[in-house]
């Protein structure tokens, strides 16, 4: 049904595809006529379209977040692709396949999820297993997880990233404890599992992804520190020492007070657990940033990391 | 029993009376003897005690955080007052009375607890009352709200200190609310109720005033949000956004990320709390400082707030 | 003679009404032609104003600052209001009451002149109400007071904001001072009514609100500083040290270095003064961005504290 | 009277000398005796004496801040010298010349300022000559100046320690306007000149060099700022314009908020004073710094800049 | 061959000159006509081109960064001048003077370079005079530092600006040096000399002044100290301490690691240079800032500065 | 000959042993008698010794940073273990084995060295090859690499130390970069194996270890800068932009201005390698500050990171 994504399209070319709207602004041009600028979503990306006739008719059919159906042709517009609309009219949200509109990640759902479910089950510690094992069976979570973005902007910002980033940086902990004696791997592991859980609760993810109202007043540390001493109450047996020090990670794992951890870490796993969280967020977001325009040496701007990146490989001799 | 108290002992006074050992340290002379130095408290305050002889003996018998009887006179050494120790023994604590030991409120418990109880129950809003119910039901908790501390240096650190700064601040919420229209008041007084409610965990305060281990690795307001969860989670019906907008002021009462606030004030109420909680705390801070050492025009230097104070007060003109 | 308000301007609506030009551009459109975009004020708010036709011609007859007569219709424009201009001139100042065109007080300044005196004249302190009344048998400083805004941009940002905030401060004063003993309350209130009256000559008010150039190379701490200098200087006997704590209080009330207190409050007053000043313009900051844009449960953001604010009350349950 | 120095004091050596006393303090030995360590000033520098015998007794016949004879023995205590005091008593003030007890500039105070006034005398605004002659006139402030420390530990912590530096300050300024066209010279002498002016009443110099309460909690910023207004306004027809930006170079001239500038040099020549200034300070206290311990290639730690300076000379090979 | 400038253009003239192309964007009018906003550059600032004929056509001809002849007519758009571009055609850059079209230096490089040889040819010290020689006969190195800006945007951002900064700084070192006893005037020239050398490859300068890729990675720096190294090694016997000194200035004179230096200045030299540096720089921006816009009593803000500028001089009485 | 280390001493016993002297200073009783404060140290750790007979004597026959005979016994002081000194005698150096007398790592440095090149032999870009090559042939380089400290105090400070965290370093990359795609591997084990090797000069290290004075003007970041580019230099054909990568991730690898680097991480590979030494560094001093005081659930307090840590394991269940 979704036959044509925004990344496909080029100048001159014919248009008739579904959207996501994920903007809708009304503009009046110096001759006085009415006009739309709208945002038009897929998972592919994201394209403008404008609509020049019968702007104040057709914008009475369709909201934001709605899915549209589009009908026009793509222009050039100082040197970005729009289409110019000739028409637009709402469709029914069971006509469409949610996950063809909104970005998500390369890799498949299901697969992470059994892949970081084996990976935990080799837990030795039976509290700290019993608490993974909670969380799996607490289905809502799993489900809500399988969807949820890791942030929304600064790093694996798109659909099934929080469990990419999650299952990514529990595969780094075995290889980093790999190379030093004295780590409780179990702890550390339990810990990235858990470290961002809360960001299921923290983000709205249905259509455009933005923060929930508790996420911004709360945030995912907080949250997910309550959520898991509920799961821990439930088992039985489960040590204080133990259920502290796995809180311990969570509520210090952004690693300094300006990025909201309201504790330093003061464990060593929890001192390894800021680090490759912050490692391997920072790994994805440079090179998603360095795939992109693949024309320049250097990357855009990251507004979080205050800087571009270098992209120009060292493999090959460039400038000589 | 206690006949004597730290603060009212003179120089060459014979001293005969009972304290609480809040440190205890061997050293040895220059002539290669042995020697004590002991941290002697009482609620009125500390002095210390020099064993001079028989040390090794005497030391023997009891250790950091017993009841001892001790004798010996007191001497002026370096401009500070000793007690130069005869005699020191352990004795059970069954027979001292623990709240002679440690500094305290000037303030009753009882009569305080009684004076917030009565302010709160005039919240109008059912559900916040039924909060505030649901805590004065728990007996454990208003037990060791009556003994805790309100921090261990900056402000209030001493037995009842936090019910005595939990209650002015419930009564300068209500006076500060009727300077100004638009303030939820019901609201605000839960928050100033629970605001640091976490710090009965957060503190030991049998013996000497100091962390728990679950205090320094969560700190009171990850552990009071999460206490106040359960509370809210036995009450029926309880708006889910009223839970948030509670746990939303007690995450963010410190005000700013680098005082361990994971969050900043979002909500009028939230900033109010922060102000006024803040603004307590200096009050009393200040004014115990300027109660010592009266002599001086300025306090000694107050190590949080980076500065001494001047007390030299305007109503007389002391320059001319 | 002012009939319409900017506030009330409706989509459609023929207008033909008064304002104040605080703006005034030239543009050509892509085809060419000349055009003015206005800004247009009055004590309600902004509108803009588009001339299209005879722009050059109606540009030439009034400036920025002048008050102006202003026919056309009111369209909807990118979704803001705009007035389509027919005819625009300029209008004597004389034939307009210049309160009209200003944002101001929701209070009348004469009111909260009274209260403010019947307030100081209550202090004790036979050196401090010899201070206040020296103040108010300043005519012009007196009138100033009437107009002052209470800043640029952050709080109380309008005509007669200084003196709205000023009375608040100090009904704030006197209920907090009556939580705790030992506050100098005579030093506290005068205190609170000097704090910002620099703001008199930091600003100019006249028409549209910006900073002299005094209050951007001086600053109001250190022109209020002198300026009760040579108040005091008048007063016969008045004590040194007194004056001392009084100017100290002026110096150090924005708290901080970085805010431009050249000394931190080294005073118990000096530290009240600095926080319930900071907490009364937090309130009206806040409420005014809240009342704002009803529709959201956020605010806007706010660039001066860093934050959007929610404004979800708790009394209803919202969500479920 | 006064034979013999602090520095000139060797080991062994008999001493029979006048002293003042900066700081005095009893001690007990761990035998049980008293003795008084006492800090020993004279303006070649600090000796410290220790009292063994009659402790007590001599003890009672002066105070800190007094003159007295000390007779003794040089010693060496932990690699450093101490006189070990036979005998100490209290002399008359007037049998002493202050001259000898505090550490000075080491150049003639009164041809200093015959120096800084002819420079000033060659300001060609007559305005801003006006002010100058006006403080010349101000005897008491001339006598003050040629005492006052430029700092109490930074730079320039001696007596006529201001005026060296001001008069350092004003010849920089005279040749690092040679460079540049378009510096307004009259106005930087002026700064130059004032800038540092309110020292005179932020510290006490009588004895031992301290701050003032006034210094304290006014700062010598806005002192100055005072002062100078004062002076001006006895100036007929003095232009506003100027004295505002003779102010504003005051008020700004520690160059950041976080050096308690409550406003940023915003003028050319504000900018040069607080870059003239700064350097002056730090070249004096780098080669203060030099001079002692000159075995050593480091310098002492310097505290307020954070660092210890290298001084091996580049003349010379040291190395190889 | 460059017969009119960018700066002298007025409204209505018809323009026909040479300018090189420093930005070329494509627009399209809501009419749906393509367009063309350019930058045309020469040594005397910057004029934006409009073509709004035969945009496709004649944009195929040229590119961003090519010299171009541009026939047209001055108008003013929204207050500013623009060119209505009717035609505008590549040429060789054989054919024009490169410097006719990249701002420069308002004072003659072959001058500046013999007067700072001149200087430098002054030192005593034979291993510093042999670096400065080792530097002058380096032509490549002359060259490049005959035309490399002082920086790209903060100070001397123009062709020679370079040479400028560094021959005005060794001019104000010499008078400095005077005004102190114990400098080591050798080294600090050398310092001078070499302070920002690494420039001549941080940035490139032939058309748009931008970094180098190296620039961006390593910075002027480290870039210097190595270059610096390189040239001290081919010199036989140049005293290891020395060289140290010399690269010590080097990289600690941007004084603060904020700013990008790896290490405090640490040495009296390497303090001064830091100091004067910092002051030369902002001499000429502020100056040069104060140059533009000539009707206003407060230049732009500047960015890297924080702040505005009052130009209004004080020799002239302008309130009164 | 070295028959008994420090670290095994206990009290009472008696002590004939050889140790460096790392400071060595005089004292005075009270009663006058002169005597000495040793600190001895060897490879096990530190004991203090005091002299209190022939004190004058015995301090004459050696000087700090000799090796030393000592005999005396072992006696408890303040709860720590000194050596009360009978005889101290100087030895010659070539008697001892100074590795004795130092910490070192716990691993053999020559079996390091054999990992680490086998390690970076694996790297398959021919040029970073050669530059590894290149490093290996320079014998006085890895002797220097094969004793050199990982830093002074931070983390691994000591004998090897360096060597220690580079080849921990190195197996951590290899064991990280298996977990990404699209990293430069053989790039970023060039920059793990150079990243520190400027500390061979920046620390003195044939007795106490301290910094060199070009260590504390430089700094190894540009040091080692500087020496790699000597070494490629040699290399034929080495590629100028590999160059400027190695060089980059060089002086960008302690990640931030304020840390002392001149350049923040810019290319994917620095930005790994700086999180990755900085984890490395970390997980070896919080376990080596967990091995001390083994009693206690915190460690003591680490200055550079600002915290203490909690050691209690989660594997047992301490607290139940």
Request: net charge negative.
């Given at each position: 049904m979704k036959s044509l994504y925004a990344a496909d399209i080029h100048e001159h070319q014919l248009v008739d595809s579904y959207f996501l709207v994920s903007a809708k602004n009304h503009g009046v041009t110096k001759g006085g006529n009415s006009y739309l600028v709208l945002k038009l979503l897929d998972r592919s990306g994201e394209i403008e379209g404008r609509v020049w006739e019968r702007a104040d008719d057709l914008g009475r059919g369709f909201e934001k977040n709605d899915f549209v159906r589009v009908r026009g042709q793509a222009t050039l517009y100082q040197g970005k692709l729009q289409i110019r609309v000739q028409d637009v009219m709402r469709v029914d949200?069971?006509?469409?396949?949610?996950?063809?509109?909104l970005p998500k990640s390369a890799f498949d759902p299901e697969s992470m999820l059994e892949e970081l479910q084996a990976i935990l089950r080799g837990i030795k510690n039976p509290h700290l297993l019993a608490l993974a094992e909670a969380c799996f069976a607490d289905q809502k979570l799993m489900e809500l997880l399988k969807r949820a973005p890791g942030a929304k902007t600064i790093h694996h910002p798109y659909l099934s990233g929080l469990l990419e980033h999650t299952l990514s940086l529990l595969k780094l902990i075995l290889k980093v404890v790999?190379?030093?004696?004295?780590?409780?791997v179990d702890l550390l592991l339990i810990g990235g599992f858990l470290h961002d859980i809360g960001k299921v609760y923290?983000?709205?993810?249905?259509?455009a992804l933005d923060y929930t109202d508790e996420g911004q007043l709360l945030g995912h540390l907080v949250m997910e520190a309550e959520m898991v001493s509920q799961k821990i109450a439930a088992i039985?047996?489960?040590?204080q020492e133990l259920a502290m020090l796995v809180k311990h990670m969570l509520v210090s794992h952004h690693g300094a007070y300006e990025f909201g951890?309201?504790?330093?870490?003061?464990t060593l796993e929890a001192v390894i657990l800021h680090s490759l969280d912050d490692l391997d967020g920072k790994i994805q977001a440079i090179q998603s940033l360095a795939e992109?325009?693949?024309?320049?040496k250097w990357t855009a701007f990251h507004r979080a990391y205050g800087r571009s990146f270098y992209r120009g490989g060292p493999g090959e001799d460039k400038k000589e």
């Open positions: 949200e069971k006509s469409v396949a949610a996950e063809d509109y790999d190379n030093y004696r004295g780590i409780d923290e983000f709205t993810f249905d259509r039985p047996d489960f040590p951890s309201p504790k330093l870490p003061q992109k325009e693949p024309g320049s």
